[in-house]
């Protein structure tokens, strides 16, 4: 019974395990960085190995896995400045890589007997991106900046992340609809094709959900925490 | 509807909590998102954060708080309550519930009671198709009209446009203009240089 697991993964938990058992943590993998072929090395030894803040990853990685699991920020001792790399690196992921690659499967899956709705179809989805890249964008040029200097121990009086979180949107909900409109309306052939984009879309709404799940519970909490530490320093 | 349904199951027992998702999950007939909630100190927070609506719970966890002040808390006046019954309760009690599941129940009976409680208040909205002054106002929305102009144009009021325009986005669940442009190419019920929002030498 030795592979027998209860509960969360911990640091001494080998990591080709891990990424058998849970596949989606290949993604999280990448965004920190981190390499494949490091054999039997556990959590933790692969994580000192690429200078990657293990207790940040198992929090991601824990937090993935159960979207129900409580978590209290103070108590994780996450490193903020991980965390943010990691978010920087998800962006890059979805608007570099993700959203392209969706694109084009789009036009091979499309019927080229409908040139008009084509048209409109790929509007639909390019305004879509344009709308993750100015999400996005806001974050990079105004929320991460705001993070390093706070890291610095200064505080701007201008901004503070409350005014981010009260913005903050669902960004995946209109790729949800997005998904429906194809489903429901496109007069599709039933091709590999339209399944291979259709599995990704799913895929991206579910990858996009948990990474605001990330921002919203972890990414905040950890900004107002070091906000009042901040705050009550003379 | 929008999106799934969110049920909160209230019960100490892990066993039967776990049992009861078990059963949910098999019967795979809603859109559902369950939680479970071991105490009912943590209601608080779960309100707050989740926003269920429903909640499954063991009346005999509620100790000397009414089901009132629960849903008084919860901030939501359509929040329905089930009662999960495990041991013998006082008929005056279980009353107050919207319904009963009982430990003993089938996974039929169980999900025929949760379907009950769920579709009861909007029940024949769906499938319903456009009307030809829905279908009129789609076509001025994807010309790139503003409500006003639309007013203007069917002799109506923005008022009525603007719920024209939601019970639209009930029937299609498309909420976007790009969305109802696709819509409207798909049905034939415009020509693609009649619209306003498309840029016309993107083709790919």
Redesign the interface.
């Known amino acids: 019974m030795t592979n027998f697991r209860l509960g969360k993964y911990r640091e001494s938990d080998s990591m080709s395990k891990l990424l058998c058992e849970k596949y989606f943590t290949l993604l999280v993998l990448s965004r920190f960085g981190i390499a494949l072929g490091f054999g039997n090395k556990s959590i933790g030894e692969v994580c000192r190995d690429t200078g990657v803040d293990t207790n940040t990853f198992l929090t991601i990685i824990n937090l993935l896995m159960d979207k129900?699991l409580e978590i209290k920020y103070s108590e994780t001792s996450c490193s903020l400045e991980s965390l943010t790399n990691y978010l920087h690196n998800s962006h890059t992921y979805f608007l570099n890589y993700r959203l392209p690659e969706i694109r084009t499967k789009l036009?091979e899956a499309l019927d080229p007997a409908q040139?008009?709705?084509?048209?409109?179809?790929?509007?639909?989805f390019?305004?879509y991106v344009l709308q993750v890249h100015k999400h996005m964008k806001y974050e990079e040029k105004n929320v991460f900046p705001y993070v390093r200097s706070l890291l610095q121990g200064e505080k701007k009086d201008n901004y503070n992340i409350g005014i981010f979180s009260k913005q903050h949107d669902q960004i995946e909900v209109?790729l949800t609809?997005?998904k429906?409109?194809l489903i429901?309306?496109?007069?599709a052939k039933s091709t590999n094709e339209i399944n291979s984009v259709l599995f990704d879309i799913f895929n991206c709404e579910k990858d996009l959900a948990s990474h605001n799940a990330i921002e919203d519970r972890l990414f905040v909490p950890a900004i107002l925490d070091l906000e009042n530490k901040i705050g009550k320093k003379p | 509807m929008n999106g799934s349904v969110k049920i909160a199951i209230i019960e100490p027992s892990l066993l039967i909590r776990s049992g009861l998702i078990t059963i949910l999950h098999r019967l795979n007939m809603i859109q559902t998102d369950v939680?479970?909630v071991a105490e009912v100190e943590q209601l608080k927070s779960v309100f707050g954060r989740r926003n269920p609506d429903i909640l499954v719970i063991n009346p005999s966890v509620l100790g000397l708080i009414s089901l009132q002040q629960i849903k008084k808390m919860s901030g939501n006046s359509d929040l329905k309550c089930i009662a999960l019954q495990n041991s013998l309760f006082d008929n005056a009690i279980l009353k107050a519930y919207d319904d009963v599941i009982s430990i003993y129940d089938s996974a039929e009976q169980i999900g025929e009671k949760l379907t009950r409680t769920i579709i009861e208040p909007e029940s024949n909205k769906r499938h319903e198709s456009l009307t030809l002054r829905e279908k009129e106002i789609i076509i001025c929305v994807i010309k790139g009209m503003t409500n006003k102009q639309i007013a203007e144009k069917l002799y109506l009021s923005t008022h009525t446009i603007i719920s024209h325009r939601r019970n639209i986005a009930a029937k299609l669940?498309?909420?976007?203009t790009?969305?109802l442009?696709?819509?409207a190419?798909?049905n034939k019920m415009v020509e693609?240089d009649e619209?306003k929002?498309?840029?016309n030498s993107?083709?790919?």
């Open positions: 129900n036009v040139k008009e709705l084509n048209k409109a179809v790929l509007h639909y390019d305004e209109k609809e997005f429906h409109i429901k309306y496109y007069p | 939680f479970e669940q498309i909420h976007s790009a969305g442009t696709i819509y190419i798909v693609l619209i929002d498309l840029p993107n083709g790919e």
